[in-house]
């Protein structure tokens, strides 16, 4: 599946994507969301970059760690989503300094170590060239600065992974058929088995430059990618 196909589906998804989100996950994503804002180290003052934002749940807990005295970048290729980011932030009444972006994450329109700390969620499978995504990411990044990447995940136990596919085929696409989206969301299966492995993703990023762990979360269904820049 090329970019213009991958842009395309988020476009689709975007007015329910917030809502189908909380129900297929139980409410448990904003939790898993969070960890990764955590890990990101971000705090009150940074300049913190989320990358793939799309409704904006990501960027919006980092606004909220850094405060009044930092700024936020939510980055995105689908304009729909950005739209609805927008949104969501107007009928929440919310002041927080978020700026929304249309870019691409394998060229992203920032200047060499911009960012203080930076967050991906559920973009880092759905981009052409990994590789390429985290090489920009460690490029906007400043030296010691960290990066958490949260993603589905290749559960180690056989017995998860079987959890894991009944709830896409039994659970995800049913629902998504309901709101007439089960292509769109039918091709989360195929993409996750083309997605590298924990210790796959900590192969490439060490390849970039990063020092990296994978931490797997929830039953070992989803994963914390986390990356930070060496101090030069």
């Known amino acids: ?7 395309t589906i988020f476009d689709r998804i975007a007015p329910v994507y917030d809502q189908l989100n909380h129900w297929l996950s139980l409410g448990q994503h ?11 180290q971000a705090k009150p003052g940074d300049t913190c970059l ?4 799309g409704s904006g749940d990501l960027a919006q807990m980092l606004a ?4 009044a005295g930092g700024q936020v970048f939510g980055v995105d290729f689908s304009s729909a989503q950005l739209a ?72 180690s136990s056989e017995w998860m992974r079987t959890v894991q596919q009944w709830y896409l085929d039994a659970i995800v696409v049913p629902t998504a058929r309901q709101f007439g989206l ?18 796959e993703q900590v192969s490439l990023a060490r390849k970039v430059g990063f020092s990296a762990t994978h931490y797997p979360i929830a039953g070992g269904t989803m994963g914390v990618l986390v990356v930070q820049k060496g101090e030069e």
């Open 84 to 155: 609805i980011a927008r949104q969501r932030l107007q009928a929440r009444y919310l002041d927080l300094p978020i700026t929304w972006v249309e870019g691409d994450a394998l060229n992203l329109p920032f200047p060499e170590q911009h960012f203080d700390a930076a967050t991906m969620g559920y973009g880092l499978r759905n981009v052409t060239d990994i590789a390429g995504s985290l090489k920009e990411l460690y490029r906007v990044l400043k030296p010691g600065a960290r990066a958490a990447i949260l993603d589905f995940n290749h559960p």
């Open 50 to 53: 989320d990358v793939c934002c």
């Open 182 to 199: 089960t292509e769109e969301y039918a091709y989360i299966a195929p993409s996750l088995d083309r997605f590298p492995t924990g210790p």
């Open 64 to 67: 909220e760690q850094v405060g």
């Open 30 to 40: 904003r939790i898993w969301k969070q960890m990764a804002v955590k890990w990101s």
């Open 1 to 7: 599946m090329n970019s213009e196909q991958i842009r």
